[in-house]
T-cell receptor, first 116, second 117 residues
Framework: DTEVTQTPKHLVMGMTNKKSLKCEQHMGHRAMYWYKQKAKKPPELMFVYSYEKLSINESVPSRFSPECPNSSLLNLHLHALQPEDSALYLC???????????????FGSGTQLSVL | DQQVKQNSPSLSVQEGRISILNCDYTNSMFDYFLWYKKYPAEGPTFLISISSIKDKNEDGRFTVFLNKSAKHLSLHIVPSQPGDSAVYFCAASDSNAGGTSYGKLTFGQGTILTVHP
């Protein structure tokens, strides 16, 4: 199984809503990531979890709250988002360990988020 | 400031011919480079990578060339096939940033490759 599964595939939410994005992998990877991709732009790193601990937060606003319940699951909790937060949110995982292993990311298909 | 640039938004190639996708970078600390391919409605898929200690890496129809002095890399696809039509992202990392890169990739904007039958 070389898949990273993200749910939901599409999400529309109002600025006062609370929602969560979910990500799951069963490849035994110990590093998991959230990337954000705006239309016609490259993916940008948001968070990195390594061995279930948050290791990198790229100065992401607190309205985005990541959670890693176990080594297979990664969530992104959303609250009081703004319309400019509308984007494709990509989850990825990698083996962990040496830096070179970490570069080979396996991406999910993403959640297309629209904030109204 | 965009540290990884793919200056060609799109490229159109005939089936069987060579596709050459280009990427330039500005950060001299980058020491590992990757190419990802992305189909619509799917996440990016790892294609091929190269370390800065090499100038060429080959995997089947795909070859990546690195010119460190010019801070330039290119992906060659020979022969190109219609199934290669996708968006291609160049990405780079600095393995010495904070002791480990932790998958902190900097991506280019992508190049849309269309291979015509």
């Amino acid at each position: 199984d070389t898949e990273v599964t993200q749910t939901p595939k599409h999400l529309v939410m109002g600025m006062t809503n609370k929602k969560s994005l979910k990500c799951e992998q069963h490849m035994g990877h110990r590093a998991m990531y959230w990337y954000k991709q705006k239309a016609k732009k490259p993916p940008e790193l948001m968070f990195v979890y390594s061995y279930e601990k948050l290791s990198i937060n790229e100065s992401v606003p607190s309205r985005f709250s990541p959670e890693c319940p176990n080594s297979s699951l990664l969530n992104l909790h959303l609250h009081a988002l703004q319309p400019e937060d509308s984007a494709l949110y990509l989850c990825a995982s990698s083996q962990g360990g040496s830096a070179r292993d970490n570069e080979k990311l396996f991406f999910g298909s993403g959640t297309q988020l629209s904030v109204l | 400031d965009q540290q990884v640039k793919q200056n060609s938004p799109s490229l159109s190639v005939q089936e069987g011919r060579i596709s050459i996708l280009n990427c330039d970078y500005t950060n001299s600390m980058f020491d590992y480079f990757l190419w990802y391919k992305k189909y619509p409605a799917e996440g990016p898929t790892f294609l091929i990578s190269i370390s800065s200690i090499k100038d060429k890496n080959e995997d089947g129809r795909f070859t990546v060339f690195l010119n460190k002095s010019a801070k330039h890399l290119s992906l060659h696809i020979v022969p190109s096939q219609p199934g290669d039509s996708a968006v291609y992202f160049c990405a780079a990392s600095d393995s010495n940033a904070g002791g480990t890169s932790y998958g902190k990739l900097t991506f280019g904007q992508g190049t849309i490759l269309t291979v015509h039958p």
